[in-house]
Nanobody
Framework: QVQLVESGGGLVQPGGSLRLSCAAS????????LGWYRQAPGKQRELVAR???????NYGDSVKGRITISRDNAKNMVYLQMNSLKAEDTAVYYC??????????????WGQGTQVTVSS
């Protein structure tokens, strides 16, 4: 079994910052990619940022320049530093990981989501 647990969401004022964390645990052989997605009410889930095992990153167009993804391979963690937050960043943020388990099975895993609300 593999689990992803997010933390760090909350209420922040426009222009503020938040740092989300996601910890992967369980029967992990390797983590091939880590990412963050978000879903606002009435909208489809969209990519926020993604980082692959080699360190390459890609970002959603709406967050470029304001958000940075990073990972700690030793701790099986991924972080999302969000700056200059806007009301339209309000959403549930989900951690995603492409993981190969100790049984050598590769699949996508999702966290339970953490709410980010940007409001004055």
């Amino acid at each position: 079994q593999v689990q992803l647990v997010e933390s760090g969401g909350g209420l922040v004022q426009p222009g503020g910052s938040l740092r989300l964390s996601c910890a992967a645990s369980g029967s992990i052989f390797s983590i091939n990619a880590l990412g963050w997605y978000r879903q606002a009410p009435g909208k489809q889930r969209e990519l926020v940022a993604r980082i692959i095992s080699g360190g390459s990153t890609n970002y959603g167009d709406s967050v470029k320049g304001r958000i940075t993804i990073s990972r700690d391979n030793a701790k099986n963690m991924v972080y999302l530093q969000m700056n200059s937050l806007k009301a339209e960043d309000t959403a549930v943020y989900y951690c995603n990981a492409l993981i190969t388990t100790t049984a050598r099975i590769s699949r996508n895993y999702w966290g339970q989501g953490t709410q980010v609300t940007v409001s004055s």
